[in-house]
C-alpha cells in the first residue's frame, strides 16, 4: 500500500511580497473526520488522518497473511518513527522510547527514581490524574507529593518556587494544563530546576505536535505523551525521552528481553542494559500503533510544527474573538507565551452540559472540563467549524 503524504506550501499572488503560505484545505483532505464532523476535541482522542489509519491496517493485512514473515520490514518502521520522533524533539532518536500511554511514560520516572525517605516531589493540583497519581503513590517510599494550586486560569511560578525546599528531587508538569490551557513556561520553570538541581518532567501530550519543543534549547531531563491527541496518532502508542546523563541513575522499570545489549540472542543471559532510553522497551512494542503514530508525525513534520502552531493560533483566536456574541466568556488565558491550542470557556446562566448536548446535535464535538466547555482545534479545522460551534452555541 503506497504511502502519500500531501500538503504544499504555495506563494500567493495576492501577497505583494509572494511569501509562501500553508495550503490547509489540501492538508485537510488527509482527515476523513471532516466529512462527519467539525471535529473540535484534539485535548480530547483525536480522529487520526487517514495516513495514519492506512498503516494500521496495511498492518494488520500483512500479520494476518505473514505472520512473522513481516517482522523485519515492520521493525524498520517503528525505527523510521523513532527517527521522526527524534526530529519533533531534536533529540537524538537513541533517547526516545515507545510507551503505551502517558502514563506508562510517567511511571517510568515516577518508579525509577532514586528516591530517599523524606525527599519530595512538586505537581500541579489541576493536573490530569495520570501526573499525579504515579507521584502520590511514591509516598510508601518516603516521598512527598507536594501540590501546587493554580490561581484561577493560570499557574504561578512563584508558587511553584516557594513549594520547593532542599528535598525537592522532582518537578513534575503538564505543558499545557488539560481544562484551562494554561502553558507553562517551560524554559523557566527548566532553569529554576537547574539552579536547584531538581529533576525536571515533563507531561506533554497536550501540546506536542501543535506547539514546538526544542530538547537542544530547553532542559527537561524526561517528558512523555501519547499520539492520540495533538500528534494525531492512535491511543495505546507513544513516546517518552530521557536524557542520556539520567538513564543510568534511574532504575529500569519492566525490564524483559528487549532491555539489554544483545536483545535478540535469546540463548544468552546476560543483563547489560542498553544505554539508552531503549533499555525501557522490555517486550515487544505495539508495532501497528507505532507505524501509525510515526505517519502522523510525518504529516505534521511535512506540514513544518512552526506552521502548525501558527494556523492553531489563528483557529483559537478566531474563536475567542467570536465567542463573545454567543453570550461566552473565555477562561483560559490568552497572554503571549501562556495560549494554547485548548480554550477554556466559560457560560454565565447556562448549564455547559446541555450545551455540549447541543454541539454534538449540531455536528459539532467539543468537551467539557473543570465545569467549563472545551474548545481545542487542530491546523486541519477551518473557520467555518469555528462559526459552526458558535451557532450551536448561541441563544435560541
Given at each position: 500500500m503506497k504511502r502519500i503524504l500531501a500538503f504544499s506550501i504555495v506563494s500567493d499572488p495576492a501577497n505583494p511580497d509572494n511569501s509562501p503560505y500553508m495550503d490547509w484545505q489540501r492538508f485537510r483532505t488527509h482527515f476523513p473526520v471532516t466529512a462527519h464532523w467539525a471535529f473540535l476535541d484534539h485535548a480530547a482522542v483525536a480522529a487520526p488522518p487517514d495516513v495514519c489509519a492506512n498503516a494500521i491496517a496495511e498492518w494488520a493485512h500483512d500479520k494476518s497473511i505473514n505472520g512473522i514473515l513481516s517482522y523485519s520490514p515492520w521493525a524498520r518502521r517503528v525505527e523510521e518513527t523513532r527517527a521522526r520522533a527524534g526530529r519533533l524533539l531534536n533529540a537524538d532518536p537513541l533517547?526516545?522510547?515507545?510507551?503505551?500511554?502517558?502514563?506508562?511514560?510517567?511511571?517510568?520516572?515516577?518508579?525509577?527514581?532514586?528516591?530517599?525517605?523524606?525527599?519530595?516531589?512538586?505537581?500541579?493540583?489541576?493536573?490530569?490524574?495520570?501526573?499525579?497519581?504515579?507521584?502520590?503513590?511514591?509516598?510508601?517510599?518516603?516521598?512527598?507529593?507536594?501540590?501546587?494550586?493554580?490561581r484561577g486560569n493560570r499557574v504561578d511560578i512563584a508558587d511553584i518556587r516557594d513549594a520547593m525546599n532542599s528535598r525537592t528531587r522532582v518537578l513534575a508538569i503538564s505543558s499545557v494544563e488539560f481544562a484551562s490551557g494554561f502553558r507553562n513556561d517551560l524554559a523557566a520553570l527548566g532553569e529554576l530546576c537547574r539552579q536547584r538541581g531538581t529533576f525536571f518532567f515533563v507531561d506533554a501530550i497536550q501540546s506536542l505536535g501543535v506547539i514546538p519543543l526544542d530538547l537542544q534549547q530547553l532542559p527537561i531531563d524526561a517528558l512523555a505523551a501519547d499520539s492520540h491527541k495533538w500528534l494525531l496518532g492512535p491511543e495505546g502508542a507513544g513516546i517518552a525521552y530521557v536524557r542520556r546523563e539520567w538513564v543510568d541513575r534511574l532504575h529500569a522499570t519492566g525490564v524483559g528481553w528487549n532491555s539489554v545489549v544483545n536483545a535478540i540472542d535469546f540463548s544468552t543471559i546476560d543483563l547489560r542494559m542498553k544505554p539508552h532510553a531503549g533499555r525501557w522497551e522490555g517486550g515487544t512494542v505495539n508495532v501497528g500503533g507505532i507505524a501509525g503514530m510515526g505517519e502522523s508525525l510525518q504529516l505534521l513534520l511535512n506540514a513544518g510544527i512552526d506552521h502548525v502552531w501558527e494556523r492553531v493560533q489563528e483557529l483559537t483566536n478566531y474563536l475567542c474573538e467570536r465567542v463573545q456574541s454567543a453570550g461566552l466568556e473565555v477562561f483560559s488565558s490568552r497572554v503571549p507565551g501562556e495560549e494554547s491550542g485548548i480554550v477554556s470557556l466559560l457560560s454565565p446562566g447556562r448549564d455547559p452540559r446541555e450545551l455540549l448536548k447541543d454541539c454534538k446535535a449540531a455536528g459539532v464535538i467539543v468537551n467539557l472540563r473543570g465545569g467549563r466547555l472545551r474548545v481545542s482545534p487542530h491546523a486541519y479545522n477551518s473557520f467555518e467549524e469555528i462559526d459552526r460551534f458558535v451557532e450551536a452555541v448561541s441563544p435560541r
Open positions: 533517547d526516545v522510547c515507545f510507551v503505551g500511554s502517558t502514563t506508562h511514560g510517567i511511571g517510568i520516572i515516577a518508579e525509577g527514581f532514586p528516591w530517599k525517605p523524606g525527599d519530595n516531589v512538586v505537581i500541579v493540583a489541576e493536573e490530569y490524574p495520570s501526573n499525579q497519581y504515579p507521584w502520590i503513590n511514591q509516598r510508601d517510599r518516603g516521598v512527598e507529593a507536594r501540590s501546587v494550586i493554580s
